[in-house]
């Protein structure tokens, strides 16, 4: 509380992104935990709500005539854009927000207060609803190949791995040990993901400790006993994530990459996928197109390419697909590591499991999949995600990427996923929201002497008690792409790679489809239910009526109303949709009141107020993906400004429509 | 191979001229189902005029160009405003391109306000003008109401185009109206960005990178996004304005096509439906007289350039497919019906695309020569395979967006060949078992209610007495 310099702002106003002319007016709060902008408008007295977490930048621009604007950029891609009618006033806020967004204790984030009145054995129970004990026994483990190692009780060896770790069952503590300190971070090769239908694994670690020549026993020792640990094969791949160029620079500094002619029996593979600073800027330079107003077709496929997003997306894809193939196609086992082993290793091993095992394309399955491959193997959510303030050049899209490989994927094998979009989306969310403990610190450790599972709450509970909002109707546990592996195309083919604007312009309402095909199939699923339900209700009256009927027995009828369509052909009729600005220049388009744009928002309102799907997304933190995207970002840009220069100088109007 | 392309070059020349239409396979099918509706007669202007029926206190038919002799692109029937006598629509036509006075294209039931197309007016470089023009088109304003005069082409092409006697409105003459330029492309440059699209997708050897920068070269989605633009602006002037539009560009066969038929489809939920998605295409293609012989004779790979050719319609089409992406529960077909059209329209055993206008078919009697793809089309078992299972009617006016970010590629076409759909086409079917069984279940359950309270009132009968 002692950062918040003013409390509260009159007369503020939040700019529509889209039809900046349009502006609310309001009052702008801050608290300990939000932003929080309240409309005047009495009829809708809309909130927008703002997670400090979720404050990327923040940025004074030059004051107008009109007052002075603060721009707010958010993890989640959303942008707010205030007017501010003081100087002083935008200073206190801008001065207060930049410390507020970047809190220096773990205690200041926001789930050390949510509460979401949960008793305490139910937040228990939501920590244990994904175990990754059961997981490692689900995949077939322990075996005559592969064993629970307590080599890291206590952090001994590795202070980044979890303590629960899976090795084969002839690497010894030595070996373990040996190997360990050869490896960066003594992050050595442990089990990630084991293939039961034919023994091959996929390992992760760190880079060796090579150098130009430097060699250990031990290390060599470990990638035999993972090669043995799979008596389907004689080799072992080594996928160095890196692109060769960067593993050989490393070398200089006394680490680098296995040498083929040390370690008996491997394959050694380069896949080049970029270090998290070029990942950072591809990401702001795609940020930075999406962030451009009215762009041209050319502005936005440039920007697109030279962000050089898609082209990243399609390396750790490639490099999952690789190792994908070597185990379930070739049998071999493979040793993924990159430079840490947290970042492209937790990537690929994690698409790759995606690719190999139809678990993790479920709810559920999912949330083991990051619990495991991101959370347990130490991937640094705190440096990564800035949730305190750190390094800015620590800070990188990594887990985004793998969420958008999983989009992606779902986008070419749409029924192969148990999960929709939002789900995504939303994980992303609480990623950086820090409304749940799931994601706090770099590593198991620092989490448990945080005692972060007796004092926050889980996400993974939250998500599956929404389970519904979250369902893939498309999906089928018997249908054939919930089979086995997904094979994807063996040629090159580029265009499968597509912009997610679901996710990076999810704020602008109305750049997405206005219509949702996942909720009408949802609602079309759940209507069946409920007459499924009822056909076996009226299947055993009729029964009992045609039994009784003999004596006459009279049946009163009090069976529910027919079941409508209703339910949900209203929601998918009532558009939100009014036109954008079609007219390229706002002047040039003369004016006359629009009769029809309120009963038009009003369809808006209701209609995403229904969609609304997360109750914490409303409720609590994050009220910016629900009622309050529409008052920022709706298209309603079109009809507005024209009245606005009604009438002025009709003149030069016609010069406008001359040279549109 | 000169010598090759030199033949290559007459064929399809020879291919292209009139006379050797009548060699083409439409002439030659014989259809092997039977015809329950002859599609030549589906979609009659006197029918299609009847919709419009509050319209007819301000519109009339006209059959002035009964036989083709005042607009050679027209058909013989057209609608135009009451007051505007034949006598004056024959001086209008000397004073439009190609004699394309303007006529109705729409009628939004709404508010009374209307689209109207035509060629550009012929003022020429010293600004002739036409007392009967101004008139007519001033005759479509209702008191104290302004227009807008919506031009396909930039003020810099309108410009030239008075050099070869062509032009625009004068404001001066037409003070009722404003006058918008857009910059929707033409012929050749359409022609060469589908041709570098097709080429960007058939080239599986580039990255990522040089994929996009070859489909940004390619420029389609550029065309797709000015097109869209420019008829969600018409749209807008008529929904929400409440002001009527006259669109033209040079000839008004192409591009005015584009911007009136696909503003009917964002105002015009009947336009969404497959019945009145196929009177919009009789209407405004086939009816004003888009010359499909001459835009649609090679599509992307013909190595000589034509000088006709344009993927005008295919740009149509994938607009079309753009505002369905967006609204997919609002048009009553899916993408295979566009995908099925798209075919039709450059090779086809029906008639219904060839020659270039109403006048050039009526002369090729494919009426009585050819079967009409709708004849085929609208038959049951076809319509089925077309029909959107999503399909809930949405009476709203759809406002589309616009965002080169709502504006992706049509997979389902140009990369058709290129990647295997079989993932899709089962969600596809997933999709559709969704929805069927649902229709099953409430079928039954809707039986079984029936016979209960049959039974009941039965009981109650005999308990009654």
Redesign the interface.
């Known amino acids: 509380m002692e950062h918040i310099r003013t409390p509260k702002v009159e007369n503020v106003r939040l700019v529509d992104r889209v039809s900046p002319k349009k502006a609310a007016l309001g009052t702008l709060y801050l608290t300990a935990t939000h932003v929080i902008f309240v409309e005047n408008s009495p009829d809708t007295r809309k909130e927008t709500w703002i997670l400090h977490s979720q404050i990327s930048t923040i940025e004074k621009q030059a004051t107008t005539a009109t007052g002075c604007p603060l721009l707010i950029r958010c993890k989640n891609f959303q942008i707010i854009q205030l007017i501010i009618p003081q100087e002083r006033d935008c200073h206190d806020v801008y001065i207060s927000l930049i410390r507020l967004a970047r809190p220096v204790k773990y205690e200041e984030l926001y789930c050390f207060s949510f509460n979401p009145m949960l008793d305490k054995e139910e937040r228990e129970q939501g920590w244990v609803l994904i175990n990754l004990s059961e997981e490692y026994k689900r995949m077939g483990l322990p075996n005559n190949y592969w064993q629970l190692s307590d080599v890291n009780r206590e952090y001994r060896v590795c202070d980044s791995y979890p303590t629960e770790l899976y090795v084969p069952k002839s690497a010894t503590a030595h070996i373990i040990v040996g190997s360990s300190k050869f490896r960066s971070r003594r992050r050595f090769p442990v089990l990630s993901y084991y293939y039961k239908d034919n023994h091959a694994s996929i390992c992760r670690s760190s880079q060796p400790l090579s150098g130009f020549s430097a060699r250990c026993l031990e290390d060599e020792q470990m990638l035999q006993a993972i090669r043995k640990a799979n008596p389907g094969s004689d080799f072992v791949y080594v996928v160095d994530t890196r692109p060769k160029l960067n593993a050989m620079a490393n070398r200089a500094a006394g680490k680098g990459y296995e040498n083929e002619d040390n370690y008996s029996n491997i394959k050694f593979q380069f896949i080049g996928i970029e270090n998290i600073h070029v990942m950072r800027n591809s990401l702001q330079k795609m940020l930075e197109v999406?962030e451009l107003k009215?762009?041209?077709?050319?502005?936005?496929?440039?920007g697109?390419?030279n962000s050089?997003w898609?082209?990243h997306i399609?390396a750790i894809m490639d490099a999952g697909i690789f190792i994908a193939k070597a185990v379930s196609e070739e049998g071999a086992s493979v040793l993924v590591h990159c430079s840490d082993g947290w970042d492209r290793t937790a990537q690929v091993c994690s698409v790759a499991s995606l690719l190999l095992d139809p678990h993790y394309r479920t709810l559920k399955g999912f949330m083991v999949l990051i619990e495991k491959d991101w959370i347990s193997f130490g991937h640094k959510f705190n440096h990564r995600y800035g949730n305190l303030d750190g390094d800015p050049k620590e800070i990188s899209p990594i887990i985004d990427q793998f969420i958008e490989c999983v989009w992606q994927l779902m986008e070419?094998?749409?029924?192969?996923f148990e999960f929709n979009e939002r789900f995504l989306i939303h994980i992303q969310h609480h990623i950086y929201s820090c409304q749940f403990g799931n994601f706090l610190c770099n590593s198991q450790k620092e989490r448990r002497e945080l005692k972060i599972q007796e004092r926050t709450y889980s996400l993974w509970a939250h998500l599956w008690k929404n389970r519904a909002d979250y369902l893939n109707?498309?999906f089928?546990a018997d249908?054939?792409?919930t089979q086995g592996t997904l094979h994807l195309?063996t040629?090159?083919?580029?265009?499968?790679?597509?912009?997610w604007?679901g996710m990076y312009?999810r704020f602008?309402k109305?750049?997405?489809?206005?219509?949702s095909?996942t909720d009408?199939?949802m609602a079309?699923?759940e209507?069946?239910q409920q007459?499924?339900e009822?056909?076996e209700a009226?299947?055993e009256?009729?029964e009992k009526?045609?039994k009784v009927?003999l004596n006459?027995?009279?049946?009163?009828?009090k069976?529910s109303e027919?079941?409508k369509h209703s339910g949900f052909?209203t929601s998918?009729?009532s558009?939100a949709?009014?036109?954008?600005d079609?007219?390229?220049n706002m002047k040039?388009?003369?004016s006359?009141s629009?009769?029809?744009g309120d009963e038009d928002s009003a369809l808006i309102l209701t209609q995403d107020n229904l969609k609304n799907s997360d109750p914490d997304l409303s409720a609590n933190s994050d009220q910016e993906s629900g009622v309050e995207d529409l008052s920022c970002r709706s298209?309603s840009g079109?009809?507005h400004a024209?009245s606005e220069d009604s009438g002025k100088d009709r003149d030069s109007?016609?010069a406008v429509?001359?040279?549109? | 191979p000169g010598e090759c392309l030199h033949h290559s070059c007459s064929l399809n020349y020879a291919l292209s001229t009139l006379d050797s239409i009548t060699l083409m396979y439409p002439f030659f099918y014989r259809p092997m189902f039977e015809v329950i509706e002859d599609g030549w007669h589906s979609f009659l202007p006197e029918q299609e005029f009847e919709l419009y029926s509050s319209a007819s206190g301000e519109w009339r038919l006209s059959y002035v160009n009964k036989e083709f002799a005042v607009c050679p692109s027209y058909p013989p029937t057209v609608i135009v405003p009451k007051s505007i006598d034949d006598e004056a629509l024959r001086k209008v036509a000397t004073f439009r391109h190609g004699g394309r006075f303007p006529v109705l294209s729409y009628y939004h039931q709404k508010n009374g306000m209307v689209i109207m197309r035509s060629g550009q007016p012929l003022t020429g470089t010293n600004g002739r003008r036409c007392k009967e023009d101004e008139k007519l088109i001033n005759a479509t304003l209702r008191v104290g109401k302004r227009g807008y005069i919506i031009d396909t082409r930039s003020l810099n092409v309108a410009q030239q185009a008075r050099a070869k006697g062509g032009g625009f409105e004068q404001e001066a003459h037409y003070p009722q109206w404003r006058r918008i330029h857009k910059s929707i492309e033409r012929y050749h440059i359409l022609q060469e960005s589908l041709i570098k699209l097709v080429e960007a997708c058939n080239d599986q050897t580039h990255n990522m990178d040089r994929w996009l920068s070859k489909l940004e070269a390619s420029n389609w989605l550029t065309h797709i996004k000015e097109i869209l633009t420019t008829a969600c602006l018409a749209a807008q002037c008529i929904d929400r304005e409440g002001a009527s539009v006259l669109i033209h560009g040079t000839e008004g066969t192409d591009s005015t096509l584009q911007v009136t038929s696909l503003a009917q489809i964002i105002l015009e939920p009947r336009s969404r439906t497959i019945r009145g998605f196929e009177a919009l295409i009789e209407r405004e293609w086939l009816q004003a007289g888009h010359p499909f012989q001459q835009r649609c004779a090679q599509s992307a790979y013909c190595n000589t350039k034509q000088k006709w050719e344009a993927p005008v319609f295919l740009l149509f089409l994938d607009c079309v497919w753009q505002i369905l992406r967006q609204f997919p529960c609002s048009f009553e077909f899916n993408e295979n019906f566009l995908i099925m059209l798209f075919e039709h329209a450059y090779a086809s055993q029906f008639g219904t695309f060839l020659g270039n206008s109403e006048s050039e078919r009526c002369k090729l009697k494919l009426q009585q020569k050819t079967m009409s793809l709708w004849s085929w089309v609208n038959q049951p078992s076809e319509l089925s395979k077309y029909t959107n299972p999503l399909f809930e009617a949405n009476n709203l006016v759809i406002w589309p967006s616009v965002a080169p970010q709502s504006l992706p590629l049509w997979e389902g076409i140009f990369l058709r060949w290129n990647r295997s759909s079989k993932y899709l086409d089962e969600a596809y079917e997933e999709m559709v078992n969704i929805i069927e069984y649902n229709k099953e279940l409430q079928a039954k359950v809707n039986i079984l209610r029936r016979q209960l309270a049959e039974l009941e009132t039965e009981d109650g009968m005999q308990e009654s007495p």
């Open positions: 999406c009215s762009p041209s077709m050319s502005d936005f496929l440039w697109l390419e050089g898609l082209r399609k070419q094998f749409p029924c192969a109707p498309l089928r249908h054939s792409q195309p040629t090159p083919c580029n265009f499968m790679y597509k912009f604007s312009n602008e109305g750049m997405q489809p206005r219509q095909v009408y199939l079309v699923k209507e069946t007459l499924e009822e056909l009226l299947e009256r009729l009526i045609q009927q006459c027995t009279k049946v009163k009828s069976q027919p079941s052909s998918d009729n558009i949709n009014t036109p954008q079609y007219s390229g040039s388009f003369p006359r629009p009769s029809q298209p079109g009809e024209p109007d016609e429509f001359l040279t549109a």
